[in-house]
């Protein structure tokens, strides 16, 4: 089994690319849980005011996709997100929001994660749940 990858090495793949460009940064990794955090900014809120929805969703997203890298069998090339589904129960205006992803289920051709996105407080702001298919040389 492969090592896991640095805090360091994780937020650097992210660098030049949307997680970097929105902001966000990796606080802990271990197999089959990452966590996350994104500061909010006037650039990431919806014309009304209010934390846009895909904000969220690019948090809830990345975390478990970068918890699938960790989780990959040692044949595979990569993966690719096959669905999403997010539940919006609030929202933030300010502060830093921050997310939990939990592999449900890692296996050969698919993997399922699930993410919990909290607000500054603390409250479940989002529920996520995403699909990934696992992807082998031709």
């Known amino acids: 089994m492969a090592d896991l990858p640095t805090l360091d090495d994780m937020n650097a793949l992210g660098e030049g690319k949307l997680p970097g460009l929105i902001g966000i940064r990796f606080t802990h990794i271990e197999r089959g849980v990452i966590r996350s955090e994104l500061p909010i900014r006037t650039e990431l809120l919806a014309p009304n005011g209010f934390l846009h929805a895909a904000s969220v969703i690019a948090l809830a ?16 090339q990569g993966f690719t997100t096959i669905e999403l589904k997010s539940n919006h129960l609030g929202t933030a205006l300010s502060g830093t929001i921050t997310c939990e992803a939990r592999a449900v289920h890692a296996g050969r051709t698919t993997q399922v994660w699930d993410a919990e996105v909290r607000d500054p407080a603390g409250k479940v702001m989002a529920l996520f749940r995403c699909t990934q298919a696992v992807l082998y040389p031709r």
């Open 61 to 76: 997203d990345t975390s478990c996709g970068y918890g699938t890298r960790i989780l990959l069998p040692e044949a595979a």
